[in-house]
């Protein structure tokens, strides 16, 4: 070690600046090489194991190995702190799945990513104009597609069977749905008891019927702003049927000494009289008998249902007026949980006003168009409006009506003519009835009907599809007019200049740990329906969890949106529904005056049998108060099973860039190679 030390590592200035190579004397002190040749070298490493002896080597490495894990620590622990900022985000419905997957998907992670990414570029509400990568993740989903399918088919069939309808037990807010039961119940039972059968209708035909918005009759009421919660962070709805019943009161039969009349059947409402004699409509008809109507789709045409029906002639014609269905004796747990689910989202997703300053600062009005029908003020209205009505025939208004702006003049005093009796009507009723109504309002506790009586009477023609190929045919298909009382949920704000009418539907969901459930074709009709007589609405799908009633996600729908919906799944043409509702026009407008049931069981196929009231008991009268006279809303103990829809993503199939209905991908991201199509070449 001391030779070692010793050894002189600068070169001399001799060296450099002599004229030889190397000088002698310094070759001959320092060159190894000369040792080794003269046989007098020591090697100077040949003590080394005796001289670091005394070092501790573990020691010294240790140390070394802290410092260096202590600087990954604080670089790895920066780095973390930015990860989870960025990774620590909520996803809504997302929990642990209860049981493991038996195999693992035939896709990869990329190849599930790219079919996701077309899911979603497909899914939106307009259409999309593809990329270059687009069109290359769409090139790989349709290679994929038979893939896809058939494992599709088999997490089905795992899902499927994890399913026991029976353990569903949990029915939000029963007490309060109990009463609602039973106070719709009533309604039925204040009908006459006994029906004789009459005739039947069909629920098909040939013919093509469409519908066609004329204008608004009128509308009531103050809508309120509805705020959808960003879903940020839970959602949780709170079910409380303390609150419901604050916010949506049942009305007691026993002291209603006032009754807001948009609650009232059709049949009873004044203001639905009023329009449908002054418009010669033939049909007047609340949202709930659309629902019920419509809800009728083959092949098996197994739902049972009954329609109160009540004929009144006017001017030698009739006007028929279908009252709210009654209420089944009968339902599943989800189909309560639904019920009341819509009651909960108008409570929470609807900022709240102070009691006084609903009543107070808020212009309502009572559903009660002219409050009293034999009041002064209604009897100069009504003659002053049938004094207009006497330009031409004195007897028929005239019944064309449109939406848009005409340009010439002729029709436009058409229209100015026709609407005597919708908008003129509504201004000159609105500044007398305001301050009665609210009074009234104020002096029966019932700030919040009048708050949220947002009621609309629309007119609506319905009748052959202009496209009708057969014209002998489409002459013989009468058209009819319509009048339509519905309630709108509220609107959201879009912009500070731009409001949307929105329609809130809850859809619960009972799996959410293995996907979304699909749309079932009642809910379809029944949405659909509830568009096409709500103009320029949108439906706002508030998908929540059955278990832990959390709002997963909300999707917006149009009536186009709901018609591919329905036709993807079940492939059946919405608009056929709309057969029976003009059968049902064309079938009571021969029929004379009276009480009416329409009624459908499952035996009757695709026939609905119309009873008319009598006074007579016998074999084969229909007793309405027997059927109807349950005293309790039964539950059904097991609910089959909600099948889950192919194409609907969740946050969580988002968050984790997986295809719905599949199962885990493949790590390896092997490249699979596609058999390219060879097109024919001409002979």
């Known amino acids: 070690m001391e030779t070692f030390l010793n050894i002189d590592w600068n070169p001399s200035l001799n060296d450099i600046l002599d004229d030889v190579f190397i000088n002698e004397e310094r070759l001959t002190r320092e060159s190894v090489m000369y040792r080794l040749l003269h046989g007098n070298f020591v090697n100077p490493f040949d003590n080394m194991d005796e001289d670091y002896e005394a070092v501790k080597m573990d020691v010294i490495l240790k140390d070394q190995n802290s410092q260096e894990k202590n600087k990954t620590n604080a670089t790895v622990n920066d780095m973390s702190q930015q990860e989870l900022k960025e990774k620590k985000v909520y996803v809504p419905g997302l929990i642990r799945r209860s049981c493991k997957f038996p195999k693992t998907s035939e896709l990869n992670m990329e190849e599930q990513q790219a079919c996701l990414r077309t899911l979603l570029t497909f899914s939106a509400s307009e259409k999309p104009n593809l990329t270059v990568n687009d069109k290359k ?5 349709f290679n994929l597609k038979e893939i896809i399918s058939k494992e599709q088919e088999q997490y089905i069939e795992f899902v499927r069977g994890k399913w026991d309808g029976t353990k569903l037990q949990t029915i939000y807010c029963e007490d309060y749905i109990n009463l609602r039961w039973k106070h719709k119940l009533l309604d039925i039972l204040k009908l006459p008891r006994y029906y004789m059968e009459t005739t039947n209708i069909p629920f098909v035909s040939d013919k093509e019927i469409t519908v066609q ?17 960003s879903l940020t962070r839970p959602f949780i709805l709170q079910c409380n049927s303390k ?9 007691n039969e026993s002291n209603n000494t006032s009754i807001i009349h948009f609650k009232l059947p059709v049949s009873k409402d004044p203001t639905c009289e009023f329009f449908a004699q002054a418009n010669d409509v033939d049909l007047v008809i609340s949202s709930s008998g659309l629902n019920c109507l419509a809800s009728n789709a083959g092949p098996n045409y197994s739902k049972t249902w009954a329609l109160p029906i009540t004929i009144k002639s006017f001017n030698g014609k009739n006007i028929i007026y279908i009252d709210k269905p009654p209420p089944s004796n009968f339902a599943t747990v989800p189909e309560k949980n639904t019920w009341v689910f819509k009651y909960i989202l108008k409570s929470l997703f609807q900022p709240k006003l102070i009691k006084s300053e609903r009543s107070c600062n808020v212009k309502v009005y009572d559903d009660d ?4 029908i034999n009041s002064e003020n209604y009897m100069i209205l009504e003659d002053d409006y049938e004094s207009k009505l006497n330009i031409s025939n004195n007897t028929k208004v005239k019944t064309n009506f449109k939406c848009e702006n005409r340009v010439e003049e002729d029709k436009s005093m058409e229209n100015e003519s026709d609407n005597v009796n919708t908008y003129d009507l509504e201004q000159s009723m609105s500044d007398s009835q305001e301050q009665s109504e609210k009074e009234d309002c104020e002096e029966n506790n019932d700030a919040e009907s009048c708050y ?12 052959p599809s202009s496209t009708e190929k ?6 013989t298909i009468k058209e009819y007019k319509m009048l339509v009382r519905t309630k709108d949920d509220g609107y959201e704000e879009l912009t500070p200049t731009l409001r949307q009418k929105l329609l809130l539907i809850p859809k619960l969901e009972h799996q959410v740990e293995f996907g979304g459930e699909a749309l079932t074709l009642e809910e379809g009709l029944k949405q659909w329906i509830s568009l096409m007589f709500r103009p320029d609405t949108y439906l706002a799908r508030v998908r929540i969890s059955a278990q832990t009633s959390e709002v997963i996600q909300i999707e917006k729908r149009t009536t186009i949106s709901i018609n591919n919906e329905i036709k993807r799944l079940y492939n059946i043409k919405v608009e056929d529904t709309l057969t029976l509702l003009h059968n049902v026009i064309q079938t009571l407008s021969n029929v004379t005056p009276g009480c009416y049931i329409i009624r459908h069981i499952s035996r009757n196929g695709a ?6 009231e009598t006074d007579a008991r016998g074999k084969n009268i229909l007793d309405l108060h027997t059927i ?3 005293i309790q809303y039964n539950t059904i103990p097991n609910t089959p099973w909600p099948a889950l829809d192919k194409l609907l993503v969740t946050p969580m199939h988002k968050h984790f860039k997986r295809m719905p209905l599949m199962f885990y991908p493949q790590k390896e991201n092997n490249k699979r190679k596609f058999k390219q199509k060879t097109k024919n070449k001409p002979k």
Do not use: W
């Open 213 to 229: 918005f004329i204008h608004n009759c009128l509308k009531k009421g103050s809508l309120p702003k509805i705020i959808l919660p």
């Open 137 to 141: 993740d769409l090139a790989v989903y």
């Open 470 to 475: 057969n014209e002998l045919m489409k002459n």
């Open 628 to 630: 109807y006279g349950y």
């Open 369 to 372: 168009l002219f409050g009293n």
């Open 243 to 251: 609150r419901l019943q604050e916010e949506f009161p049942i009305p």
């Open 452 to 463: 949220t009586s947002n009621v609309s009477y629309n007119l609506f023609r319905i009748g």
């Open 607 to 612: 026939f609905a049998t119309v009873y008319k």
